[in-house]
């Protein structure tokens, strides 16, 4: 079983839609999870940091863990055409900084 | 702040060459992390230092080598390189812990 599980898509919606996007995890001993979103030919960019079970809202975007079901999501509100790119959940232990990452979600926002 | 620079951007060698990339973290940043990322696997860890010192490594063969200078710059080595090397090579400077910064990556091409 793999440590991170992530559908790698592709998803495409139109502008505006509610985006939701899912890892689950195997490890119960991990404890942070990111997400970043990655643009082509670029490196990952960090968008979503937590530690805890719950939600974390930003902006547009709202991260939510399930500790218990082992599961992340990231949903983006009134997706917009910049949104486009790919997202990738990543996790880690505490004391460490190796990140797991998933296999990434290419998202395409058509105008 | 500058973000996390690496060099070079592209790269290409033939097999059984070996290359060195460079990163530089951002200022104040004393952790890099070291990622290879390509279409099948994905983004997995390759090696993390912190004041000079490996803290972790991933499950890369003794091929892939890394250090870390006095000044947190970072590089890492490829020897023998082979067709399989073929990758983006993404470094990440962390602080606080675990939340990591990807600089652009150098994309290697071994032919």
């Known amino acids: 079983q793999k440590e991170v599980e992530q559908d790698p898509g592709p998803l495409s919606v139109p502008e505006g839609a509610i985006v939701s996007l899912n890892c689950t995890y195997s490890?119960?001993?991990?404890?942070?999870f990111m997400w970043y979103r990655q643009y082509s030919r670029k490196g990952p960019e960090l968008l979503m940091y937590?530690?805890?079970?719950g939600n974390k809202e930003d902006g547009r975007f709202t991260a939510q863990v399930d500790k218990s079901s082992k599961y992340i999501s990231l949903f983006i509100r009134d997706s917009q055409p910049s949104d486009s790119a790919t997202y990738l959940c990543?996790?880690?232990?505490?004391?460490?900084?190796?990140?797991?990452f998933g296999k990434g979600m290419k998202l395409t926002v058509n105008p | 702040k500058a973000g996390v620079t690496q060099t070079p951007r592209y790269l290409i060698k033939t097999r059984g060459q070996q290359v060195t990339l460079s990163c530089s973290p951002i200022?104040?940043?004393?952790?890099v992390s070291w990622y290879q990322q390509t279409p099948g696997q994905g983004l997995q860890f390759l090696f993390e230092?912190?004041?000079?010192?490996?803290?972790n490594k991933g499950n890369f063969p003794g091929r892939f080598s890394g250090r870390q200078f006095s000044n947190s710059r970072s590089e890492m080595n490829v020897s023998t390189l082979e067709l399989g090397d073929s990758a983006l090579y993404l470094c990440?400077?962390?602080?606080?812990?675990?939340?990591?910064?990807f600089g652009p990556g150098t994309r290697l091409t071994v032919l």
């Open positions: 990440a400077s962390s602080f606080p812990a675990h939340t990591q910064y």
């Open positions: 490890n119960s001993a991990f404890q942070y």
């Open positions: 937590t530690y805890s079970s």
């Open positions: 990543a996790i880690t232990q505490g004391g460490s900084e190796k990140l797991v």
């Open positions: 200022s104040g940043h004393r952790s």
């Open positions: 230092y912190f004041s000079e010192t490996q803290r």
